[in-house]
């Protein structure tokens, strides 16, 4: 599968942004997908993950009641919807999908399939 992210940019302190994942190749419904992010001269964290069906969720804690994750398959495209932005959310978020997993995992290592990031700033 291919990942494409998408709808990174600017954002001031407290707004809001929606960032979205394309899936190509295979149905997406066949993966475990979540989103995760890196900052400059940080590890790549957790940010958010979602079930096949969509039916689970599961949140880092920085990102719980703030950030929203799901999906549409018929679309094959799973979204990111960020509020209350922070500095600190600033960083590139990146999709990731596995075909294997049976449960929403927060390592980056259980991820076989990536994007390419797309950038999120926030500014103060």
């Known amino acids: 599968v291919q990942l494409q992210a998408s709808g990174g940019g600017f954002v001031q302190v407290g707004g809001s942004l929606s960032i979205s994942c394309a899936a190509s190749?295979?149905?997406?419904?066949?993966?475990?997908m979540a989103w995760f992010r890196q900052a400059p001269g940080e590890e790549r964290e957790f940010v958010a993950g979602?079930?096949?069906?969509?039916?689970?969720?599961e949140y880092a804690d920085s990102a719980k009641g703030r950030f929203s994750i799901s999906r549409d398959n018929a679309k094959n495209t799973v979204y990111l919807q960020m509020h209350g932005l922070r500095p600190e959310d600033t960083a590139v978020y990146y999709c990731?999908?596995?075909?294997?997993?049976?449960?929403?995992?927060?390592?980056?290592?259980?991820?076989?399939?990536w994007g390419q990031g797309t950038e999120v700033t926030v500014s103060s």
């Open positions: 990731a999908a596995d075909r294997f997993l049976r449960n929403i995992r927060s390592s980056s290592y259980e991820y076989a399939y």
């Open positions: 190749g295979r149905t997406s419904s066949t993966y475990v």
């Open positions: 979602i079930s096949r069906g969509g039916g689970s969720t």
